[in-house]
């Protein structure tokens, strides 16, 4: 059974993540809106991504006997002043997910909640990745600096992330269930 404390910090890890996937997608129709299309696909496949780190806490509380109750989603950003703030926000955003995983970890170490601290594991090395491949993007935005030509070409580069399987965020996959 999960211990009430680390049920709640769980079950406030659940709107982090939701809130991640919400402002990914913010990011999704701004880029959208400005006609980087490779951008926006990058952030919708984000937006999904968030949606199963999400997912992976709700089952964790089930799973344990507790009970998840969802929170309110707070308002987000809708427009940015250039494409490299959307980035910069990326990042600090991995930076605080990261912060949250990090306080959870201690949480269940003084808890010795070791099938929590075994799940947690995955996230802690997860959040490397995200702050690792946001950072990248940031050095490269600021690598092609006011070159059209190199946003364009790293713009169609990152439109070629791929959606993980059947991804209710991958347009071809939605209109092929309908
Ligand atoms: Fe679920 Fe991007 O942290």
Redesign the pocket.
């Known amino acids: 059974m999960i211990k009430e404390n680390v049920r709640k910090a769980m079950n406030e890890q659940i709107k982090n993540?939701l809130e991640?996937s919400y402002i990914y997608l913010s990011m999704a129709a701004y880029f959208e809106s400005i006609s980087l299309n490779g951008m926006a696909h990058w952030m919708r496949t984000?937006a999904h991504?968030?949606t199963i780190?999400a997912m992976k806490f709700f089952d964790h509380i089930i799973e344990r006997g507790g009970k998840v109750e969802l929170l309110d989603l707070k308002q987000l950003k809708t427009s940015w002043t250039s494409v490299e703030e959307v980035w910069k926000d990326t990042l600090e955003h991995?930076q605080f997910?990261t912060s949250k995983i990090n306080g959870l970890m201690k949480l269940v170490r003084e808890e010795n909640d070791y099938a929590a601290e075994s799940m947690l594991t995955w996230f802690v090395k997860?959040?490397v990745e995200?702050e690792s491949s946001a950072g990248t993007v940031l050095d490269q935005i600021n690598l092609v600096q006011q070159s059209k030509q190199g946003l364009l070409m790293l713009d169609r580069e990152l439109g070629q992330r791929a959606f993980p399987a059947g991804s209710a965020y991958d347009p071809a996959a939605y209109n092929a269930a309908e």
């Open positions: 993540e991640s984000q991504e968030e780190h991995e997910i997860e959040q995200e």
